[in-house]
């Protein structure tokens, strides 16, 4: 009886265990004025993108697409570069857009482009730590971008190709995605 009752024991905790790591995530999108929290919160993360190579759907979407996807999601990005342009920003370092994430209230997260409009999929970074953790994050990801919660929402970004040596308003407004070339814009 005694070893019957430990041998269901265990039976359960297994379960229990087993069926945890097949629940969504909690996905808390970081906002604009919560930045230097994160920072400090994660300022001794070692920071990786292992994990997150799994291909899904949305590895294999142009990055503009993906953009106007987390906006319906998520709602603004957490900066943009426009946020960046004046505190010590460089060239090299031109992105259009990060989201930067808090997953089951201890794992950070950040979202980016690549390439501005001119790819596809996105960037993922997260902490080393909780590297096991990623697929799920990602799948989870995938499945709220595809899903109704990520049907495209209009959106107006600048980006700075150091490639092109060029300036880029792009946007998903009217049904239309657009990257139209212009000067450096005034922040």
Known sequence: MKKTGLTLLFSLIWLTTAFAQFE?????????????????????????GQGLYNPTTIDR???????????AAFGNPTQTISDLINNNFRPGKAIQFEYWFIIDGEMPLMILDLD?????????????????MMP?????LNR?????????????????????DQWYLVQYKDGEYTREMISRPRF
């Open 144 to 164: 709220m971008l595809m899903g109704e919660e990520g049907n495209p929402a209009e959106f107006s970004d600048y980006f700075f190709s150091p490639e092109r």
């Open 24 to 48: 969504d995530p909690e996905i808390r999108k970081v906002e604009y004025n919560e930045r230097a929290q994160f920072q400090q919160r994660f300022a001794d993360i070692n920071w990786t």
């Open 61 to 71: 979407i142009p990055t503009i697409e993906l953009r106007s996807r987390l906006q």
């Open 136 to 140: 799920q994050v990602k799948r989870t």
């Open 116 to 132: 501005g409009p001119f790819e596809n999929g996105l960037v993922y970074v997260g902490a080393s730590r909780f590297i096991d």
